[in-house]
Structure formats: C-alpha cells, structure tokens
C-alpha cells in the first residue's frame, strides 16, 4: 500500500517570533533537548457501541539526540463523559529520522521542521492528524506551544480512525481544544 501522507493538507504554521526579543530556531537547536507537551480535548466520536462525548488527554514526549534521531510517544487518556465509549490510556512510540515517513500507530508518520516549528504528521484510516510544536528562544531559554487537530481526506468522508483501546473504527465528529501546555527541557 503506498504511503498516504500526501493526502494531508498544507499546514498553517504558526509564528511566534518577536522582534528584538526571540531568536531563530533551527533543528540542530532542539538536539540533545526534550520536548514535553500535554493537551485536553474535547472530543464526540461515533463507535461501534454508539455515540460518545470523551476528554482526551494527550501526552507527547519528544527527545531529540545529539545524532538528530527523534525518539518520540504519544499516550492517550480517554475519559469518557457520556456514552458508551471505553474510558482507558495507551502508549504509541517510535524512533524517527526528520523527513522520513514511517509506520506509526495505524498508519504512517512523519516529522518535519519548518519555520521554527517542529510537526508530525500522521495518516489515519480516513485523513490525517498534525501536532505542531512551535519554539521561541530568548538567550539560552526555550519556550514552546503545541497544537494538533484533524484533516479531512478529500472524497473519503467523516474522519475515522482506529480506537487506542479497542482496535475498532471511531468516526471523530468534533474537537474542541481545552487546554495546552509545553516545555522544553535540555
């Protein structure tokens, strides 16, 4: 099967520059750093055993080696609010090399940088998933902000995964960010 990640969308990068006061970031910057990053969710999904309202609670932990290699997880806390969907946590991770796609989770992924912005891109059974992690420097002080969402495949429909916790299909109706917060430690 071909690797989808050219389905996902342009991405819209976000800049935090300030003159006079941040300095650039390049890649070779983050080596030997670990980027921590939690966020909530509000999400309303569809599962086989129904609809569902559930806070997702995201923990990204990304280390990048003094060889540039990213070793990255991603777990997964799904609270479930109302519904029948499974409340529970799972743990995704991988070793990564910047700019080659690989098998991740249930599709391919992939990170790039760009502009000061550290993202991972990920195809899902229908669309795609980003998280962005943009840095700003002021002296040796790094700061960080992360976002994710979804991206819609172009003719496919609802976006749809495969559940954390069961293996099974859930259609992502809605998310509505909650919460967010990044550090970047040496």
Known sequence: MPSRIAIIPALTWLSLVSPGVAQEITFDDLK????????????????????????????????VAPDGKILHSHTLNHETLSGPARTGSMTHSGTFTLEKPQKFRDGTAVFVFSEGSLVRLRTIDTGGQRWTVAFTRDGDKFTCKADGGFAREDGRGAIQSTSSLTGNPVVILSVKPVSSNCRVRP
Not at 41 to 53: S, W
């Open 32 to 63: 030997g750093r670990t980027i921590e990053v939690t966020t909530v969710q509000l999400r309303q999904i569809r599962t086989v055993r129904g609809e569902a309202q559930q806070r997702t609670t995201h923990f990204l932990k990304t280390a």
